[in-house]
């Protein structure tokens, strides 16, 4: 007998539609290929959530990144699954649909979020959110969900690169990691869900940019980020869950990588290499700019560790025009003896960190400027050629780059010898003074 009241929305969910509509919590976030159901999976997640709250009046929102957008595709899809409710009414006009116990469902376009403001919320979607205005969610949005303290959201998209719906995710995925109940996020890129048959999927590689299909298929973060070294790379390394919650083991020496600025920014990889562990862990990472040495070593003393080798590039061995004394020297004198690393090409540094990248396990909340900034290190474009050159573009991303470079040519190759026998003596292997003339030549 059917139960009084009781009202069966025309809705079979594909097995991970089920999954999200059975592990989703207050925030979720559902990063999500073409053609895998998500407006549909919204909309009735939306639904079901106004439908099931407690208070009378409750208010739901779907926000599209136009109004154009959410009439035509949004609208469709909420009359056919609300349309079997008894008593519900649809405004076209305002594109409203009125429920029983005067509870309402709007769509609405973000193209200017300040006409939202005064919005109460129970629950909203945000449907293409890497296309909205950032300030969307904590300026309008976050606060509407606030009046009771129960409001909820769903964010659904594709990737469009490191923008807000990365932020938010990433948001998500470290508050799962600390045990936040209140955060729920999944990832679907379409080799792993199996709803597009292979042979379209072959199809859609083979007609479309490289970069397009993985951004719209394989739900990339880094394929809007044109000419990265490392971005697929540490995508890939996300999906095999590299990238998480790594703990620092105490009882093993913490390693470091520094890339040291003259007129800019350091930067300071800590790793730990634990033996029986195949790879290594990557706890920490600072940077910092304008500071002296003394800085940045107060800061190594700060921490909890207990250190192992310390890998700085071969210009730590310039002797500063002020001071008449090489950086080398001045490290020894704060008590630090660094690990000079053996002098390799740009390119071959490259291809070192690219061998060390998959062999790493990086906390993601600790390491997360660094993360940053290695998926952004990215070649120069030649405008007049319309080619890439080979240098790297000099930027913000640089200086984590050049520091890992350090940290793959050390781990690599242990204690360069020559290089270190050089700092004690200022001398090369066969007698000739240290003659550098190309300090911070990579950036």
Not at 287 to 313: N, T
Request: proline share 5%; aromatic share 10%.
């Amino acid at each position: 007998m059917t139960q009084p009241n009781r009202v069966i929305i025309p809705y079979t969910p594909r097995p991970l539609q089920q999954t999200f509509h059975e592990q989703c919590r207050r925030f979720n976030v559902a990063v999500c290929h073409r053609r895998f159901g998500k407006t549909v999976m919204a909309i009735n997640w939306l639904l079901r959530e106004i439908l099931t709250c407690d208070r009378k009046n409750a208010q739901g929102a779907y926000i599209a990144p136009t109004y154009s957008s959410a009439k035509r595709i949004a609208w469709i899809m909420l009359r056919e699954y609300a349309g079997v409710i008894p008593g519900v009414k649809f405004n076209e006009a305002e594109l409203r649909c009125d429920l029983p116990d005067g509870k309402r469902i709007w769509l609405l376009g973000s193209e200017n979020p300040d006409a939202l403001r005064g919005l109460r919320l129970d629950a909203a979607v945000l449907d293409e959110y890497a296309d909205m205005n950032a300030r969307l969610f904590p300026e309008i949005v976050r606060p509407a969900l606030s009046d009771f303290g129960t409001g909820k959201c769903l964010w659904i998209g594709t990737p469009r690169g490191d923008n807000q719906f990365r932020t938010i995710y990433d948001t998500a995925i470290r508050n799962m990691e600390d045990g936040d109940d209140e955060w729920f996020a999944m990832r679907f890129p379409a080799s792993q869900t199996e709803i597009i048959p292979e042979k379209e999927l072959k199809a859609a590689r083979d007609t479309m940019d490289e970069s397009q299909f993985e951004q719209e298929f394989e739900c990339s973060w880094s394929a809007a980020l044109v000419g990265a070294y490392y971005a697929k790379t540490l995508d890939r390394m996300e999906l095999q869950s590299q990238i998480g919650s790594v703990p620092w083991e105490p009882n093993a020496p913490v390693w470091t990588a520094f890339d040291l600025g003259m007129r800019d920014s350091t930067a300071i990889w800590f790793g730990q290499s634990i033996r029986g562990e195949v790879g290594h862990r990557i706890i920490d990472y600072y940077e910092s700019s304008g500071e002296g040495l003394h800085h940045y070593i107060g800061h190594l003393r700060a921490q909890p560790y207990v250190y192992g080798d310390h890998y700085f590039p071969h210009d730590v061995l310039v002797r500063e025009l002020g001071s008449g004394s090489s950086r080398y020297e001045m490290l020894q004198g704060l008590g630090v003896r660094p690990t000079i690393v053996a002098k390799l090409s740009l390119q071959d540094g490259i291809e070192a960190v690219r061998a060390l990248l998959p062999t790493l396990h990086f906390d993601r909340q600790n390491c997360a400027l660094g993360l940053k900034y290695l998926r952004h290190y990215h070649r120069q474009w030649n405008d007049k050629n319309q080619t890439w050159r080979e240098k790297p573009n000099h930027d913000a991303s640089s200086h984590s780059a050049d520091a890992m470079r350090y940290a793959a040519i050390g781990l690599r190759d242990g204690d360069a010898s020559d290089y270190a026998m050089m700092a004690q003596t200022g001398r090369q292997p066969g007698g000739q003074p240290v003659i550098i003339s190309d300090y911070n030549e990579f950036g």
